[in-house]
């Protein structure tokens, strides 16, 4: 009796420790960060338990070296990932095709030549790129919309409308390129300049070249693709200058100005960045010259790639301007199809990609990852491990996560928490995503809206639109006229007045913390975000400092759907009235109505003061007389703002020290904050940076404690100070059982006058588990894709647990013609977006 007194005894001591494991913030104390030069080394040492986690995927040549005893040894996370893409230098993109270089010399450009950009997508073959260079580990691209992730397979049935396939169709392609370079050379000014001599085109008694930026530092994947590529475009009479440089050097070129014409294309990779239902967002980043991420940036002082029709179809959806589902779907497919026959972007490929960590490493189960994008923040966010059991870090969690860079760097570009081009490397993106919480985030798992530091309720959010007589969506809610916006001219809050309309109204709160530097995140960040990119994109004069052409560029749009705010500083909350809405998930409107979630274009969010002590280093000027900016320049005298780098770290000590001084305030401030709080806030960053040595000062669940850019090394630790989330809540919150679709059994032969069945294979699985169970309850349909647009839906009839069926009727087929038809399969448990799985349907 005593012994199953005492064994209870012990049995309660268990349970009540494991429920007292649960603390404030993550459930390591540690994070480090760490490189490795090649993957080969990078997985040994996960599989060695050398390193917790890869980052990096590890390629299929390498992954399939590993014997069944090593594979035994770590958890594989296998998703959609990488994606290639040609990123193409169309200068001067209009005829006669002629650039005149910095040197002075005129050159012909090939590429300027919209026929010959589009005939590159028959000249490769993403087929035998998937095949040879990834090994079958992949699945040929043809627009931005990654396959396999959530959303995107009515992106994908636009390549199909346009002819294109897996192969390619090299005759067709050379002919192409061959009839297109023939009309060139009958233009006037090209006459007698423009020839073929043998077997390559010459301009002006030189052969005529593209410059072919390739990825030495990607030897397994984009370094073998572009010289593939290459070759194929010489087999069109156009010789290529291989120019095989790494990341660092190709991106630099490739983000400056195409008028150098130093470059002509650029083997792109891209991470997913996160999993994806709507992809409104990307179809602009890939290819509308708005966004900033064309060839030219957006950016005045260089020659920039323009389609204004992809930009007016775009930008307005990406401002959630729409009234159906219907209607966002229409502006972008039609965009998309134009991105796709423009092609300044082509996509090629994406891989299969598996990441790896080490299985003894995480006895509590495997964490949270990205459906779309593998491991990620949220991978380091749910991690746990045991504590280590000696050295300095005796009975501290610590996980070490190391990122795959042939140079053997972490730090690519500046690590700037304003402009677009700053922390925009994936090498940052996970430190960055644990230092920093968003308000708002799209799930690992679902891609549904998460609120995370937002506070909100979507049921009370309420929106009336309308169209006006030029079918133009306008607000029909009334704002109320005590509403406020910024003024940037007179510095200060001033009410809308009478007569201003919006889309949709709602109140957004934050669920507060701490800063990393022990100050109390408060209103006044919300107030003072608001006015910081208001000020920061208008121009009030020409000779106002306070303004930014390029953000001006990324932010006006967005800034413009806000008509006015309604402040409440008791309950730390806004009201706001704006021009945008979202149907299909309303959430996703939220991060207008909280100007501290929406940050537009911001990579990195830091306290107010960091900002405004940046602002005026740009503005007013730094200390040690460096000239600073928020945009990467060519121009060695200018600077862009690095939270990280000693001397600008130390030009922001200067400033805070300045700003501490005078007992500061800005002007956006006043009445919602105290020049005493403001000199608190001014030094515990200078505290901060003294004690840490940089900038960076976050409100996530870790800090960075310390950064060695000589070592490539970056080690952050958990942050516990009135953190809102406990250890165990994400990782339980983000467990769903979501459906997989394993096989999918075609009609062989399928005639018009009969029934087509369709039998589908669908499992279960409990993310972020794998193992799987046949799909006892779900719906599962077929969307066939109908000649002309639209498409016709069939729910299928459960036969069995995990076995369905489809009908599609004769008297639906008989109304078709004898031909190919894509049918594309979905399944689905409960309001996550669905597994997708196109297959064709062969009518005779």
């Known amino acids: 009796m005593k012994k199953i007194i005492v064994a209870l005894a ?42 917790d986690i890869f980052l990096g995927e590890v390629p299929a040549p390498i992954f399939n070296k590993l014997s069944d005893a090593e594979k035994a040894k770590v958890d594989v996370y296998t998703v959609p990932s990488l994606t290639w893409s040609l990123k193409i230098n ?35 073959s993403r087929k035998k790129i998937v095949d040879e260079i990834l090994l079958g580990a992949g699945f040929p691209m043809f627009t931005m919309a990654t396959p396999g992730q959530p959303g995107t397979y009515k992106y994908n049935l636009i390549a199909s409308q346009l002819g ?160 159906t589902e219907k209607e966002y779907y229409d502006g972008l497919l039609k965009a998309t199809k134009l991105g796709l026959e423009d092609s300044v972007r082509i996509y090629i490929a994406a891989s ?45 969690k610590v996980l070490k996560v190391t990122n795959f860079s042939a140079r053997g760097s972490l730090f690519m570009f500046a690590w700037d928490p304003v402009g677009g081009d700053g922390f925009s490397d994936s090498y940052v993106g996970p430190i960055r995503g644990i230092v920093v919480d968003n308000a708002t985030y799209e799930a690992p798992n679902t891609a549904l809206t998460i609120k995370y530091r937002a506070v909100f309720d979507e049921k009370k959010l309420v929106t009336k639109v ?23 001219a007179s510095k200060t809050w001033k009410p809308v007045g009478a007569g201003v309309k919006a889309f949709t109204t709602g109140t957004a709160g934050y669920l507060y913390g701490k800063w990393h530097d ?17 000020d920061w994109s208008t121009k009030d004069g020409a000779n106002d400092k306070y303004y930014d052409e390029a953000l001006d560029s990324s932010w006006t749009a967005n800034i413009a759907l806000t008509k006015g705010i309604i402040w409440d500083a008791k309950a730390k909350s806004a009201t706001a009235w704006v021009d945008t809405q979202f149907p299909m998930e309303p959430a996703r409107a939220y991060p207008v109505i909280s100007p501290l979630a929406a940050n537009y274009g911001y990579n990195a969010m830091v306290p107010w003061q960091i900002y405004e ?34 001397k600008c770290v130390a030009d922001i000590k200067a400033k805070l020290q300045d700003l501490a001084a005078a007992k500061f305030l800005p002007a956006s401030l006043k009445g919602f904050a105290t020049p005493e709080e403001a000199v608190a806030r001014y030094n515990a960053s200078i505290k901060f940076i003294d004690t840490y040595g940089h900038a960076f000062i976050g409100n996530g669940p870790f800090f960075i404690s310390k950064i060695d850019t000589v070592a490539n090394y970056v080690e952050c630790t958990a942050f516990r100070d009135s953190y809102p989330y406990k250890s165990d809540y994400w990782p339980k919150a983000l467990k769903v059982a979501l459906s997989s679709i394993d096989a999918v059994k075609m009609p062989v032969t399928a005639v018009r006058s009969k029934d087509a069945v369709i039998t589908v294979n669908v499992s279960s699985f409990n993310y972020p588990d794998v193992a799987k169970t046949p799909l006892a309850k779900g719906k599962v349909t077929a969307a066939l894709q109908l000649p002309g647009g639209g498409e016709k839906v069939y729910t299928a009839v459960s036969k069995a647990a995990g076995s369905f069926v489809v009908t599609i009727p004769a008297k639906d087929l008989g109304a078709l013609k004898a031909g190919s038809y894509t049918v594309v399969i979905m399944s689905s448990i409960g309001t996550e977006s669905p597994s997708v799985s196109p297959e064709t349907l062969v009518l005779f």
């Open 164 to 323: 294109m396939k897996a192969n390619g169709d090299e005759k067709k392609a050379i002919d192409s390129i061959a009839a297109a370079m023939n009309a060139a050379a009958a233009l006037p000014e090209n006459k007698g300049k423009l020839v073929k001599v043998g077997d390559f085109w010459n301009f002006d008694g030189a052969p005529i070249s593209i410059k072919f930026l390739i990825r030495v530092d990607d030897p397994n994947g984009r370094l073998p693709e572009g010289r593939y590529i290459a070759t194929q475009i010489e087999k069109a009479g156009i010789k290529v200058e291989r120019l095989e440089y790494d990341r660092s050097k190709c991106i630099s070129i490739s983000n400056g100005n195409p008028a150098k014409f130093d470059w002509g294309m650029y083997t792109e990779g891209w991470g997913a960045g996160a999993t994806r239902a709507y992809w409104a967002n990307i179809v602009a980043q890939m290819y509308a010259p708005y966004s900033g991420n064309m060839p030219g940036g957006a950016n005045e002082a260089n020659w920039n790639y323009e389609n204004a029709e992809i930009d007016k179809l775009v930008e307005p959806i990406n401002n959630n301007s729409f009234l």
């Open 352 to 396: 299969e990609a598996k990441f790896i960590a080490n299985k003894a490493r995480f006895a509590n189960g495997r964490f949270a990852y990205g459906m779309g994008d593998g491991l990620n923040e949220w991978s380091i966010r749910t991690a746990d491990v045991a504590p280590e059991t000696s050295g300095p870090n005796k009975g501290l």
């Open 466 to 488: 309308a169209k006006n007589d030029k079918g133009e969506i306008v607000g029909q809610l009334d704002v109320p006229a005590t509403a406020v916006t910024y003024d940037t």
């Open 518 to 534: 022990g100050q109390p995140e408060s209103f006044a960040d919300m107030v003072y975000a608001t006015a910081f990119i208001k």
């Open 613 to 646: 002590a940046l602002g005026q280093m740009v503005a007013e000027g730094s200390k040690s007389g460096t000239v600073y900016t928020f945009q990467y320049s060519e121009d060695a005298a200018i600077t862009e703002v690095d939270v990280k780098e000693p």
């Open 90 to 124: 169309p200068i001067p993109n209009k005829a006669p095709y002629q650039v005149t270089a910095p040197d002075g010399k005129t050159y012909f450009n090939p590429l300027a030549i919209k026929d010959v950009r589009y005939a590159l997508n028959w000249l490769i």
């Open 10 to 51: 012990i049995s309660l001591v268990l349970v009540l420790s494991l429920g007292a494991q649960a603390k404030v913030g993550p459930a390591v104390d540690k994070v480090i960060f760490d490189v490795r030069m090649q993957q080969d080394i990078a997985a040994k040492d996960v599989v060695e338990g050398k390193t």
